[in-house]
């Protein structure tokens, strides 16, 4: 089972890049890693997803190393809007505990 | 417009009776599924169906019913709801099985 393990908590000053990790020592050949946001009251939202090495778009970068048993979310100059929890999810089949998110972690963005 | 649209968002009801969440996607999605996140945040799956047909059911108690009349739609009816029952029920769908997720706003559980 490719189980994740993310930092329950971090905290960020507006402006700052943020890196949150997730380490996923068993994941599995074919398995991707993808993050999702989630603020509250509402459902998960996909931010970005790879496989290996550096996915890079719009909101976020996603570093994986050559082992791939981590991986990185980057948020560049946060803002007080990204205020969220953020979970890291590692699958490709359609095995439910692939499709189950750990407890995320929660980032606090303050002045 | 709502890509995932599930209703009612909020349900409060009591102990023991039968209730119904909806769920329709209006993305074109083969695949649709159920979520459940507790009050300590942990967001677990409940079942998957991947165009109408059944493809994942977790360890739920069989007073969980899902039901697809078709791939646009995916509904959960709960029998004889108990205490526990109470959490955020998320629907979601993709494009494809292990493709990113799509989710609803989530229906509030609340069972007194």
């Known amino acids: 089972l490719a189980k994740t393990t993310q930092p329950i908590s971090m905290d960020s000053y507006e402006g700052q890049e943020v890196n949150i990790t997730c380490s996923h020592n068993?994941?599995?050949?074919?398995?991707?890693i993808t993050w999702y946001q989630q603020f509250p009251s509402q459902g998960p939202r996909f931010i970005i997803q790879?496989?290996?090495t550096k996915v890079t778009n719009e909101v976020a970068s996603l570093f994986i190393p050559a082992d791939r048993k981590s991986s990185t979310l980057s948020l560049p100059r946060v803002s007080l809007s990204d205020t969220a929890v953020y979970y890291c999810l590692v699958g490709n089949t359609g095995t439910a505990s692939k499709l189950t998110f750990g407890t995320g972690t929660r980032l606090q963005v303050t002045l | 417009d709502t890509a995932v649209s599930q209703t009612p968002k909020y349900l409060v009801t009591q102990m023991g009776n039968d209730k119904s969440i909806k769920c329709e996607q209006n993305?074109?999605?083969?695949?649709m599924y159920w979520y459940k996140q507790d009050s300590k945040k942990f967001l677990k799956i409940m079942f998957s169906y991947n165009n109408k047909e059944l493809i994942i059911n977790e360890t739920v108690p069989n007073r969980f019913s899902p039901k697809s009349p078709d791939k646009a739609h995916l509904n959960l009816h709960i029998n004889s709801l108990e205490l526990g029952d109470s959490a955020v029920y998320f629907c979601?769908?993709?494009?494809?099985?292990?493709?990113?997720?799509?989710f609803g706003s989530g229906t509030q559980l609340s069972v007194l």
């Open positions: 979601a769908s993709s494009r494809g099985i292990n493709e990113k997720l799509f």
């Open positions: 068993n994941i599995a050949t074919n398995d991707y």
């Open positions: 790879g496989y290996k």
């Open positions: 993305l074109g999605h083969d695949t």
